[in-house]
């Protein structure tokens, strides 16, 4: 399953220490990832991580939104 890292509401891209961030919290959650990069999407950077259990995605999702990061599956 993969998560992706939204551009600021200011309209910033994605940038390498928002991918280190994300992968960070998830890490101190218990929660695995297969890896992560960023990619332009729709004319903008994005970031994507990859979980390895799909059964993780929920709670995942829920620590970064809690940590500020806009995410979308």
């Known amino acids: 399953m993969r998560i992706v890292i939204q551009p600021s509401t200011e309209g910033y891209p994605v940038g390498s220490y928002e991918l ?5 919290l998830l890490r101190d959650a ?5 890896g992560g990069a960023i990619v332009n999407m729709e ?3 994005h970031g994507v991580v990859t979980l390895r259990a799909k059964a993780d995605m929920r709670r995942a999702l829920d620590v970064l939104k809690h940590a500020g990061i806009r995410v979308s599956e």
């Open 43 to 45: 004319g903008a950077r």
């Open 20 to 24: 280190q961030r994300t992968l960070d």
């Open 30 to 34: 218990t929660i695995q990832t297969q």
